[in-house]
């Protein structure tokens, strides 16, 4: 990271949820920074607590304890005309882009939204800006603007929600599984755009994804989840060479095996399933499906600690050697 101020700074933060009356945790003390500019990935398999962080920054809801600060601002506490506010520095988008939009609306109705919430009142200046963002994400604004979302495949819908998340101009965007929902050859195109878009806009991102290669590709640094837990945090190219955690080991070989056949399961290098977060194991939670554990692993929960400069690991015998 760079000396400057993180623009989002997640401290400590757990998500406590009600279950038929049982509460659990679907993410403990979870700290992350997200520089200027940074795309920071966030990986692990499905229900591991990804979306869980991506609400709790916005607020949806607040997180049952610790501190989310964006631009020097505490978020936690704010009420809902405060976070609303805020809303135009700090959006959103989701993995389903046409539920995501409303079925009746036309798309300059949509994307035009955000700024009719924040009090732009004049027409011919509200179509600019929907043109003019339209354009940004490469759609055609001319034919675009009159028709509602069914008339577009889902790529361009995602493109349409992007241009809803950019026509304020925010500084951060989480991407809770952008293209998760999108054929192959749209999910490029997509990423492609949020790339050239960030560099336009100078944008941080947050970039959530189940998919491995996915997250390769956009970030800067990537930090893997387990169960409610960051287990590894680095550079991407150096989490990619060598991952200290079994755990991102296992995703990665996953990855691996797929694209030499094409055919193979998306978890064939991990064994197991992932425990239930109300029986979630002691000591390590990773440790039931962990090739490497040991005694210690069942006893005492390892703690995130740095091994080289900027590469935290939460395991007791990380597979890379210490500095
Ligand atoms: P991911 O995005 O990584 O797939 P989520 O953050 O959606 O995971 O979910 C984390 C855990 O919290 C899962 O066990 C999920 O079932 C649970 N969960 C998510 N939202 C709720 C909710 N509103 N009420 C109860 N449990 C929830
Ligand atoms: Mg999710």
Do not use: W
């Not at 609303?84 to 995501?100: A, E, K, M, V």
Request: glycine share 8%; aromatic share 4%.
């Amino acid at each position: 990271m760079t000396g400057q101020q993180p623009i989002l700074s997640i401290k400590d933060i757990s998500v406590e949820y009600d279950l038929q009356g049982e509460r659990f945790a679907a993410i403990s003390d979870i700290s992350l920074d997200v520089a200027e500019g940074e795309t920071l990935g966030l990986v692990g398999e499905s229900g591991c607590g990804k979306s869980t962080i991506g609400r709790a920054i916005i607020q949806l809801p607040s997180p049952t304890r610790g501190s989310v600060v964006f631009e020097g601002k505490e978020l936690t506490g704010l009420d809902r005309g405060e976070m609303r506010g805020l809303r135009c520095r700090l959006q959103i988008i989701f993995q389903d882009p046409i539920s995501s939009l409303n079925p009746r609306r036309k798309v300059k109705d949509i994307v035009a939204e955000p700024l009719v919430i924040a009090g732009v009142s004049d027409n011919a200046e509200r179509e600019r800006r929907v043109r003019e963002v339209l354009t940004a994400v490469g759609i055609e604004p001319d034919t675009a603007i009159d028709r509602v979302p069914h008339q577009f495949s889902g790529g361009q819908c995602q493109r349409i929600c992007i241009a809803r998340a950019l026509i304020m101009e925010p500084k951060f965007i989480i991407c809770d599984e952008p293209v998760s929902a999108l054929d192959v050859s749209v999910q490029a195109q997509i990423l492609n755009l949020l790339e050239d878009l960030k560099e336009r806009y100078e944008l941080a991102l947050l970039f959530i994804s189940h998919d491995l290669a996915v997250v390769k590709n956009v970030s800067d640094r990537v930090a893997v989840m387990y169960l409610g837990r960051i287990c590894e945090l680095a550079d991407a190219t150096r989490i990619y060479e060598v991952p200290a955690h079994p755990y991102s080991e296992g995703l990665m070989s996953s990855v691996l095996e797929i694209s030499h056949d094409g055919e193979a399961s998306p978890k064939s290098g991990l064994i197991g399933e992932i425990p239930s977060p109300f029986t979630a194991p002691s000591g390590c939670r990773f440790r039931t499906r962990c090739l490497y554990a040991q005694a210690k692993c069942a006893e005492i929960e390892p703690e995130l600690r740095q091994i080289q400069s900027g590469h935290y690991v939460a395991c007791h015998f990380p597979l890379t050697d210490s500095q």
